[in-house]
DNA sequence: ATGAAAGCGCTAACAT
DNA sequence: ATGTTAGCGCTTTCAT
């Protein structure tokens, strides 16, 4: 079996020989940089040569000339969250398509771990962040702050942060709502978050607004605190459940993990959904179809957020931007089976 | 405000200018390479100048001069798979553990972009890859062959490839069955993979041992190809339903997603987990606590297999190991409440 | 239009 | 025990 000629992989030096050109011109070929001046019969040869090698550039050598990696960093609380990983999908695409990649790190959940940026950045393997926090972390933000590399905000704003990329929270919600109060329904609860300045405050506001609009009576036992977990949807739609009386013919759980939790609660108390009780959130996602009953939902644009995440980094890196403020707005409401009139027209 | 001093960080030059000795010594002792001799004393100040300069290295020189990137890419098909997330989690754990950091690319669907490993490795961007494949896609394993670096599989073995890391589904799938014949049920369904020579075969082999050690004839009627997602689950339970006239008391969902698509369904149709049907299932995941009726499942190992991955192929990479070749064992049986005696004990 | 040469920050012989 | 030096592969002035 013959040997492989050579341990090593070709380089520049290797196509400029083979080309009989200077690796200078080889680089002002192959960096795709066009608008260089190199005469047309010697890209031929180059890029002929380079094809016969198979020359693939080595990105170390170029980042430390250039001192930039081509890496991006993205930090996520948890990975089993339809949210995280809709916006890792859509960042990689992004930074796929322009050429770097990215580099994913776990907030380990509670540790004073938020220096997981600080790993990232303090030596020198990414270009910027892609921050993201359930709560309003304020740990997370300040390590963010100490990378020293720019770094946009998902999923929510904050003060003090000036590139974020965020949703239209009040406007989602408000959607949901009234789309239940559209229904005929009155006696709509609502599983909230931990009612903090961005996504919680938004939404409850967007429900609070729509019941106010319509005429409603704002009343407190119709809301518990669920966050956004499965497990917390579970629990405040039990305590939903215990806590009224008169039940509430629908519900807003403040997102797709908490109404899938609180899905799995009303099948538990034998509650039908439409029949008994109508149910709509907010994001929507391959889950929401496949549930029973199929949810109705506002889609909201997780994945392109990811994606106009990284592409808007990579221009603050790249200096043609200053500063990223997008509200993204839900973009429609999508009617499925968890959703109907309340069983009597009556308040 | 003052200006901050300089724009570039602080170089092995400027904290050996400090400390008064050459940089070969300032790296000697901050490359951590112990049982190098230095004094005490230099030491001390090297660290002392360091710690002033908030020195980090540049992991892109290091990179440059040592041939080796540091980095280690994994590919995934989906993301919002649970099994996915936890071998994330785990991958993630095991690189930062050692002083590597993992980059991510996913696969779009279908799409002949299995170069996604390409991309990876032949610009030099990783020292390896974690391959992981829904089905056993022989292009990705091919695409994975040719990046030139060395590679572990996840989740499966396959033909051809010397590195893999995987579950004894037979013997996973054998406890949960089992469990099902134990509560007196002997009319099992199957919610089967794709039948390929790993994971569906094995389990479906676990399945038909169980039985047959039982004395329970196999029924081909009883089994329905769902593949790995919760759509495929919902669907297959639907087929069982359809064709099984004195429907079958027990079900045994290949895996967690088809599980939780298998529940929704049965849910649909207004029978009763686990009165009228009982569901166990292989993977554990924080999704089958809060489902209705918990799950009953066989846990298996999963972020520890991607913890293992990294480990292994770090090792490969440094040489220290020539092959890898781990079967894991299902670690327990979690009873829960998706799992109960036949309505009847009657066949 | 192309070549020559310097240097990004680091490590690892090889000296001393 | 510490210093000197070369060079990893690339980009980019500057010269021609």
Redesign the interface.
Known sequence: MPRTPSVT?PTLIDVAALAGVDVSTVSRVLSGNLNQRVSEETRQRIHQSARQLDY??????R??RVSR?F?LGIAVPQ??N?VF??I??GA??GA?EHGY??????I?EGAADSDAYA??A????VDGLLVTTLDDNSVVLKAAKKAKVPFVLLNRSAQGVRNSIYFDSAAAARMAVEHLIKLGHRRIAHLSGQLNPSTGIGRFAGYRDALLDAGIAYDQNLVAVSGYT??GG?EAMREILTKNKPLPTAVFPITLSAA??AL??L??HGIRVPEDMSLATVHD???A?????PLTTVQMPVEQMGYDGVVSLIELIQGGRKRVDMKMSPSQLIIRGSTAHPPSRRD
Chains 1, 2 share one sequence.
């Open positions: 992989r693939q550039p080595n990105i170390t050598a980042s430390l990696t890496s990975l089993d339809p990983s809709q890792i999908v990689e695409r796929r990649s990215l580099l994913i790190a776990h380990e790993r990232l303090s030596t020198n393997r499965i497990k579970a899938t939790g799995m609660a099948h538990q996602g391959p889950i179809q496949v549930m029973y009953p």
